[in-house]
């Protein structure tokens, strides 16, 4: 079995590149309040048209320039109030952010900024054809997936989380999901995302079904195209099962989960967002319980696992932390003969990886580095410290909100010995 989430898995694609372009950085608190989007989608000319009215924490600005990036086929109508700013979308500029190649700069300039709070009105419309991750997001007739990817919106990955509400109009056939509470009124649907994220997912079809799912500690909604109702079902038990786990293990939240199985496109990856997962439709013949079981699980573990850089070399914090966590819940359920075996392919796997620190200063490690060196050293440190211990150094980092490799080996000498540290470390660097 392979994990389909490649380069793209993961993510919050938070704090990145320090890079010329990011004119205006956080001071550790959210630049946008909300986001009040009027959305339509036309699935037949792949296009939309949006009028969204975003709202400023203008006081958590430390300059005048607001630095967004949109999708290169959009056109901006207006951007209002423009005795109050100026604007200059840069379309023959890259974007620098990985997820979002086919996105450009917008770069509105304030002209008063010592307001606290600003409303600004963006009206934008175009295609949506050439999306840079392509099939992970896309706009068609039958499949709609709308999130930062595609840069359907003004969105930067540094102004922090955000809310938003949305009035979308589609054709009547399609049934819509993604993050946020969903319900259709009138003919228009109404998406409320009431807690603050950093994603804006859409995703619409004509053929798109539903269960739920409640108890006192979770909410579970699944949505799905292709999959059989009892898969669904299934689905439901597993997230239980592997939630209780990290809540458990890790710190424990009460949660409302969206999950979507995605149609099995070529060449797209699943992800987290908060409260809300994208999870590829396994292949026919090639699911089994634990195809599914591994993918849901990893999936999950982003909960926990995704503060830290996913443009570089740091983001083994999310995916190999993710991933191990997989491995951890696949032990409980299946066993530890399954577990072995997982452990002996990615040791293999791994042979030729290069180190998941050390290399290349800020790049992007490789799939392998990522998914089979980084979890094997936690493997190891396991081995090392003990079950229970390792558990706990796990929690702690979780409470500390660890983002960087720095922050990890420090807090891991504080809670074991400087011995154990370096060996990890050395591990790390191998
Ligand atoms: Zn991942």
Not at 48 to 66: H, R
Not at 78 to 86: G, R
Not at 292 to 318: I, M, P, R, V, Y
Request: hydrophobic share 35%.
């Amino acid at each position: 079995m392979r994990d389909t989430n490649k380069e793209f898995c993961s993510i919050i694609l938070m704090v990145a590149l320090l890079n010329a372009l990011s004119i205006n950085t956080l001071k550790g608190n959210d630049l946008i309040n909300s986001y009040d989007i009027y959305l339509e989608i036309n699935p037949k000319n792949q296009s939309i048209t949006a009028e969204l009215s975003l709202e400023l924490n203008q006081s958590n600005l430390d300059n005048d320039t607001l630095l967004f990036f949109l999708h290169k086929e959009l056109s901006i109508i207006s951007i209002e109030p423009n005795h109050d700013l100026s604007f200059n979308f840069l379309k023959e500029e890259e974007c620098p952010y990985f997820y979002m190649r086919n996105a450009r700069p917008l770069k509105i300039i304030l002209k008063q900024t010592n307001k606290t709070k600003a409303i600004i009105h963006i009206k934008y419309q175009g295609l949506l054809k050439d999306i840079a991750w392509g099939t992970t997001n896309m706009l068609t007739n039958n499949w709609i997936e709308l999130g930062n990817y595609s840069a359907w919106f003004p969105y930067n990955p540094e102004y922090g989380n955000f809310s938003y509400s949305i009035q979308l109009v589609i054709e009547d056939r399609y049934n819509v999901s993604g993050m946020g509470k969903i319900k259709k009124r009138d003919g228009k649907w109404e998406i409320i995302q009431d807690y603050p994220v950093n994603d804006i997912v859409i995703m619409a079809s004509r053929e798109l079904k539903s269960i739920n799912y409640l108890d006192e500690q979770y909410q579970i909604r699944i949505d799905y195209i292709l999959a059989k109702d009892e898969k669904a079902k299934e689905l439901i038990e597993d997230a239980k099962f592997i939630l209780q786990l990290y809540n458990d293990w890790f710190f424990s939240k009460k949660e409302k989960y969206t999950i979507v199985f995605v149609p099995p496109f070529p060449d797209r990856g699943s992800y987290f967002r908060k409260g809300f997962i994208a999870m590829l439709q396994p292949v026919p013949g090639l699911e089994s319980d634990i195809t599914t079981f591994k993918l849901l699980a990893h999936e999950f573990a982003h909960d926990w696992w995704s503060g830290a850089n996913t443009n570089n070399w740091e983001d083994w914090l999310n995916e190999s932390f993710a991933e191990y966590s997989c491995l951890m819940a696949i032990r409980e359920k299946y066993g530890n003969e399954i577990f072995n075996d997982w452990i002996n392919y990615k040791t293999y796997s791994s042979k030729f990886a290069e180190p998941v620190i050390g290399h290349m200063d800020n790049k992007r490690t490789s799939y392998s580095t990522r998914y089979d060196k980084g979890p094997l050293a936690l493997y190891h440190l396991e081995i090392l410290l003990g079950k229970e211990k390792f558990i706990g150094v796990l929690k702690k980092i979780n409470e500390r909100k660890i983002t960087t490799t720095d922050e990890l080996l420090n807090e891991l000498e504080k809670l074991t010995s400087q011995k154990d540290r370096k060996l990890f470390e050395d591990e790390l660097r191998r």
